[in-house]
Nanobody
Framework: QVNLLESGGGLVQAGDSLRLSCAAS????????MAWFRQAPGKEREFVAA????????YYADSVKGRFIISRDNAQNTMFLQTNKVLPGDTADYFC????????????????????WGQGTQVTVSS
């Protein structure tokens, strides 16, 4: 129903700024609650942040709250994740996810709630 494509990953140094993008196509972007998940080597996929359909409400995992910012530009069908200080612990594959929902609660942190996923973009943080 919607195609998602992440970009912006790569090799960065600890303390650098990082901005990831997720471009959506094939669907009506404003119908979707959007989120970022990440998966580090040898670990389970974990929730990072979510943003409501209009972008007015955000929800962050405790591990990134205050350091990461999630946003969306509905006119450009794009979601973003950015930080001014990336850390070695942020090394992971980052995935864009979408779900159609009219609610906004803590269930948005569950990967099983999202039927649409991008293929991921790899972020490697060197120290």
């Amino acid at each position: 129903q919607v195609n998602l494509l992440e970009s912006g990953g790569g090799l960065v140094q600890a303390g650098d700024s990082l901005r990831l993008s997720c471009a959506a196509s094939g669907g009506t972007f404003t119908l979707y609650l959007m989120a970022w998940f990440r998966q580090a080597p040898g670990k389970e996929r974990e929730f990072v942040a979510a943003v409501s359909r209009r972008g007015g409400t955000t929800y962050y995992a405790d591990s990134v709250k205050g350091r990461f910012i999630i946003s969306r530009d509905n006119a450009q069908n794009t979601m973003f994740l950015q930080t001014n200080k990336v850390l070695p612990g942020d090394t992971a594959d980052y995935f864009c996810a979408a779900q159609q929902t009219s609610t906004y609660d803590t269930s948005m942190a569950q990967a099983s709630q999202y039927p649409y996923w991008g293929q991921g973009t790899q972020v490697t943080v060197s120290s």
